[in-house]
């Protein structure tokens, strides 16, 4: 792919310099082998950091490379050659399972507390108060803490004998049900189909009782409603499948505060209620509940965990809660890439845990949650190796430096590394779920995945853009151009195709206009930095654009009626300017 094809960093770190010569691109052993050396070396340079090691940088830049055309390599010596992993050839994929499994993206890296890559970070850079002036720390998150939360919304604990079970027709909830299965399952395979419907229809024959396992029903009943309806951000009142809701999360509240994992279908329900928040775009009310769920499936790992370990072969219900373990994590991260809010812990084992379906995924929706999973850590680590910022208590002021010196220093080789790993996530995808990047995809499914792809390439690029915005109008480096051009190329792709993903309800909304504002943020700072290198003709579309997409779904009192607040601010400036 053309954007796969970058050019070679201009520099390489101390350690790369030691490594061996790069081996051909279809070896995959080797590269998975030399991509967990690269985890372990970052690793353990970053343990050293946060130990304020007296030691100069691991990621020490000796000198700057010569550069080259495209296609064209370097001779160097071997111990000065950067061994990063090659992305292997299409007619050398490794199958997904494999590529899971093999750890390339595993890591013990979560997301930082002070992490500094939210939408509210990127408004108090410096292009950003150049354009808007200045906006308070966790901006989105203060919003939502002070939106209304309707009655039938709010986590209440009742009395279970003053809960009131609705009344359900088969007719009405089978189509409910398959509603599940066909829009939100694809998206969130934790649940094991056969063994739900027996529970489903024994529930149906027996009548709802104020227990765990009818809580479960009636999520799957609210999901089944709220993933089908159209939105209409002019009713205050726009909570699709809430008759079903309401019960459920009160039957969950109630079972949660007196459970010490005795029952795994508490976590399930319990993440598919925050699930069911998030399609509602309530960031901090599914926050709540995947935290209850990550606590509550914790117990079954301490009971657990060396079936889990063994990959919980032939036992459907383990399978299950490893899926769920995995899914919750993935959530979890989600919502903590925009808000500092604290961790459950979940990521300590997760780590030790193998991908699902280890014998290798049977259906292309299972192939893309896979990818999701492994596009998630590599996220993660994007996260900890750039955006880290001071963490609380360690005496400095949390996210009071953007990018640090040393970080600064190094983001060439770290970016490049990066990069390399981006581009084998998405050339170890199996030919029956991997887009076609060039071209506009034509489903939902194909969407998510190149959404993911040039979310990771934004996040990677973003502070180099940031950076030559800054020092605007003097001209930054040929290295941060280039760059800085490639973040514009994912934010450009990224706005293409984010418009699809968001015409219907989906669970990943929040994220995904998070992200939306995020891109046009960052091509207008281009735009309003003068760089020749950086232009953006069509800006004013673009703008328009993300305004609309927003549009579709600001609640009134959300955090997305603030991002088109904001939007439509930063599309005034662009007519006062010309």
């Known amino acids: ?42 690793r353990d340079a970053l343990a050293a950091r946060r130990d304020r090691s007296p030691i100069s940088s691991p990621y020490a830049i000796p000198r700057r490379l010569e550069p080259t055309r495209r296609g064209e390599t370097v001779p160097l010596t071997p111990d000065e050659v950067l061994g990063a992993p090659s992305v292997p050839s299409t007619a050398t994929q490794a199958s997904l399972s494999h590529f899971a499994n093999s750890n390339v ?3 013990t890296m979560d997301i930082p507390l002070s992490h500094s890559s939210t939408t509210g970070n990127l408004l108090r850079s410096a292009p950003a108060k150049a354009l808007l002036g200045h906006y308070p720390a966790d901006l989105f998150l203060h919003i939502e803490l002070r939106r209304r939360i309707p009655e039938a919304l709010q ?7 003053q809960i009131e079970l609705p009344t359900i027709s088969s007719h009405e909830a089978d189509g409910l049900v398959q509603n599940f299965f066909r829009l939100v399952h694809r998206f969130y395979p934790v649940l094991d189909q056969r063994a739900f419907y027996d529970l489903y229809h024994r529930i149906l024959e027996d009548g709802l009782r ?11 009943l609210a999901l089944g409603a709220v993933s089908a309806e159209t939105p209409d951000p002019r009713d205050p009142a726009w909570h699709p499948g809430i008759r079903y809701f309401t019960p459920a999360i009160r039957l969950l509240l109630a079972e949660s505060l007196g459970s010490f994992g005795g029952n795994p279908i508490l976590p399930q329900a319990l993440y598919f209620a925050g699930v069911y928040y998030s399609y509602l775009s309530r960031p901090l009310l599914a926050w709540r509940l995947v935290h209850m769920a990550s606590t509550d499936v914790q117990h079954y790992w ?31 991260c989600d919502i903590l890439a925009e808000h500092h809010l604290p961790r459950s812990g979940i990521e300590k084992i997760v780590d030790k845990l193998p991908y699902p379906w280890s014998d290798g995924p049977s259906e292309p929706y299972i192939s893309r949650w896979l990818a999701d999973l492994a596009s998630r850590r590599l996220l993660n680590r994007i996260h900890y190796v750039l955006y ?8 400095g002021e949390a996210g009071s430096d953007r990018y640090s010196d040393e970080t600064q220093k190094n983001l060439p080789s770290l970016s490049y590394e990066l990069t390399r790993q981006l581009g084998a996530w998405y050339q170890l995808l199996p030919n029956s779920i991997r887009p076609d990047l060039e071209t506009t995809p034509s489903n939902i499914d194909d969407t998510m995945v190149v ?32 760059n800085a051009q ?31 504002m995020a891109v046009v943020l960052l091509l207008s700072f281009a735009a309003f930095s003068k760089l020749d290198a950086l232009r953006v003709p069509d800006l004013e579309k673009l703008q328009d654009k993300g305004i609309r997409i927003c549009e579709r779904w600001a609640f009134p009192g959300s955090s997305i009626e603030q991002m088109v607040v904001i939007l439509r601010a930063l599309r005034a400036k662009c007519i006062d300017t010309g």
């Open 210 to 220: 104020p227990d765990i396992a009818s809580a479960l029903v009636l999520v799957v």
């Open 388 to 395: 880290a910022g001071t963490e609380p208590g360690t005496g």
């Open 155 to 161: 986590l209440s604990p009742v009395p279970i004998s």
């Open 451 to 482: 959404i993911r792809y040039h979310t990771t390439g934004e996040v990677i690029y973003r502070p180099f853009l940031c950076q030559a915005c800054a020092i605007a109008p003097d001209t930054p480096c040929t290295v941060t151009l280039e």
């Open 1 to 42: 792919m053309e954007s796969l094809k970058r050019k070679r960093a201009a520099k390489a770190c101390n350690y790369c310099r030691k490594r061996q010569p790069a081996v051909a691109a279809d070896r995959v052993d080797e590269i998975f082998s030399r991509l967990e050396s690269l985890e372990s070396y970052i």
């Open 105 to 107: 993206f595993n890591t």
């Open 302 to 332: 301490i009971r657990n965990s060396e079936k889990l370990l063994r990959g919980a072969q032939g036992d459907s219900q383990d399978q299950s809660i490893l899926r769920l373990f995995w899914a919750i994590l993935v959530l979890e």
């Open 486 to 516: 490639q973040c514009l190329h994912h934010c450009r792709e990224y706005l293409n195709v984010v418009e699809h993903a968001v015409r219907a309800p989906t669970a990943s909304l929040e994220n995904l206009l998070h992200g939306t």
